[in-house]
């Protein structure tokens, strides 16, 4: 499953053409926590462990996130900076498009953007147990208020 599965053509057309090839070998860091939220990436090929660092402590290995799923969503929601950070545990294959682009397209593609959207909390849902309407929630937030009206 990728963040383009199940989306209408003219969105797919719409949101590919955002997208940008994104490669690096194992053991490169994407980005670290705190780093400005510029990127959602989509992995195709690889796998990425996330990492959070505490004020007071050193860093914590969260989860693997494996080829079908994104990470980077500090972008899409409009964070000033990541709030964990992305090492790839493998060679690493993705497609990444900046979160102020995806933004825009939803403003100005308001159909379209509503369905980005539905998505968007598909995926980002489907790594927490009945989260789809609170990450729906989170995202709708970020974005512009015309793409919160489903056509």
């Given at each position: 499953m990728t963040i383009f599965d199940g989306l209408s053509k003219a969105t797919r057309r719409l949101v590919q053409q955002d997208f940008e090839p994104?490669?690096?070998p194992s053991g490169t860091v994407i980005f670290e926590q705190?780093?400005?939220a510029v990127f959602l990436y989509l992995i195709l090929h690889g796998s990425v462990l996330?990492?959070?660092?505490?004020y007071d402590g050193p860093s914590m290995n969260l989860i693997?996130?494996?080829?079908g799923d994104a990470f980077g969503w500090?972008?899409?929601i409009g964070a000033p900076q990541y709030t964990l950070g992305a090492l790839a545990r493998e060679d690493l294959q993705a497609l990444r498009a900046r979160?102020?682009?995806l933004r825009a397209l939803a403003a100005e593609h308001p159909k379209e953007g509503a369905e980005l959207l539905d998505r968007l909390a598909q995926l980002v849902s489907n790594r927490w147990k009945d989260a789809n309407a609170q990450a729906r929630s989170i995202l709708?937030?970020?974005l512009p208020h015309n793409t919160r009206k489903r056509k």
């Open positions: 994104y490669s690096c705190g780093d400005p996330t990492r959070y660092k505490p693997t996130i494996h080829a500090s972008a899409v979160g102020a682009s709708e937030r970020a």
